[in-house]
Structure formats: C-alpha cells, structure tokens
C-alpha cells in the first residue's frame, strides 16, 4: 500500500544553518506530494506541494522536488529561522486519502 | 475565513462514558477526514468521507462510530471510551482526492481516564 517514511528527529540547528528533512514514499500510480507543519497547539498547515513528477514546490524559503527516479521529495530551506521551530510532515495523496510520515521535529536556536 | 472548526478543544472522559467531537468545514468540499495524532506515530486515519451519506473506515477505526448528514459537518462519534483513545484527534477536508491539499482544524485534546 502507500506509505511515507520521513527522517527520524528531534532535528536540532543554529539560526542560519542548512536544513534537509528526507522524505521517501511508496504509491501505486502517480500521488500529489506534500508538506505540511505543525506549530504548538496547532492544526497542520500546507507549507508546499508538487503534484507530478520534476515539479518544485516552494514556500516560506522552503523547496522540495518531486523525485520519481528515487521516490523522494525531501524538505530543504537554505537559512533557517528561529520561527521555523515546528514539526514537519511529509504526505502524499493516494485512494481516498491523505498518508502522512510520522513527523520530524525541528528546534531552531538563536 | 473560518475553515475547518473542531470542538471541543479539550476533554477529559471516564473510561466507558461516550462523546462526539464535532467538526464542520464551510469550503464545500467533498472530503472529510478524521485523524489521530499519538506522540511518534504520525497521523493515523480513523474514518473519512468523499460526500454526504457516504462514509467508509480508515487504519483505525475500531470504537469509533462516524456519519455525514451533510456536506459541512462530520461528527466523530467515541462508544465506550477507553485510555487506548488518549490521543489528539483532528478533522480535515479537502476538495478531492487528487491535488489539492487537506486543510485542517485545531484539533481535539482528548484524555480517557
């Protein structure tokens, strides 16, 4: 079945510093890829999306790309910020739903 | 804009007693989804909805009980609570299945005791 295996956290960084979060995934047929976040307290907001193979999405400074070669649509911002403390999920849209990673946490320090 | 609204926000239930988190969207999407978020697992799908009267289980499903009268609201409904339904609990909508994305409420806290 369809699934997504995203980076194991807690990720911890400095201000400023280069973020990568892996994601992979399995999926029959061709899925709409995203990720989301989730600030304390809160619901899960899109952050970006690509929806056929070779697209970019981006964001907020955010960018992933749908790679169909190698399965992947791994999380990448150049110059993190303190306010990007958050957990971060990849999903993609299969069937009748939504499957999501288990989330990876990011903690951004001053 | 008020999106996807969920309630209650917290609730503490006794092992055994029965309650329906609420949720209505006003976007007129088709989707409707019930999650549960557990610390490290991700979000689980319990039961979800691609219109009014039709529903059909997700991962999890087991004492949970859904239905959708209409195209805005989707009640989950818990029978029997018990401290395995410990967990926060989140409805989300999307217009279909195929590139659009799930917009989500606040969530509910909910702890069985």
């Known amino acids: 079945g369809d699934s997504v295996t995203q980076m194991e956290g807690p990720v911890t960084l400095s201000e400023e510093a280069f973020l990568t979060i892996n994601c992979t995934y399995t999926?029959?047929?061709?899925?709409?890829l995203f990720w989301y976040v989730q600030y304390p307290g809160e619901g899960l907001q899109l952050l970006l999306k690509a929806t056929k193979a070779d697209d970019k999405g981006s964001n907020k400074g955010f960018e992933a790309t749908y790679r169909k070669e190698t399965t992947s649509f791994h999380l990448e911002k150049g110059s993190v910020q303190v306010s990007d403390s958050a957990v971060y999920f990849c999903a993609l849209s299969g069937g009748n739903q939504f499957y999501f990673g288990t989330g990876t946490s990011l903690t951004v320090i001053p | 804009n008020a999106g996807v609204t969920q309630t209650p926000k917290f609730r503490i239930l006794k092992i055994g007693q029965s309650m329906t988190l609420q949720c209505t969207q006003d976007m007129n999407h088709n989707y409707m989804y019930w999650y549960r978020q557990d610390p490290g697992m991700g979000l689980k799908l319990i039961y979800y909805?691609?219109?009014?009267?039709?529903?059909d289980k997700g991962e999890v499903p087991n004492g949970y009980n859904v239905s959708r009268s209409t195209t805005e609201d989707f009640p989950l409904r818990l029978e029997l609570a018990a401290p395995s339904q410990t967990s926060v609990y989140f409805c989300?909508?999307?217009?279909?299945?195929?590139?659009?994305?799930?917009?989500f409420g606040q969530g509910t806290r909910l702890t069985v005791v």
């Open positions: 989300a909508s999307s217009r279909d299945r195929f590139d659009t994305e799930a917009f």
């Open positions: 909805s691609v219109g009014a009267g039709i529903t």
């Open positions: 999926a029959t047929g061709y899925p709409s």
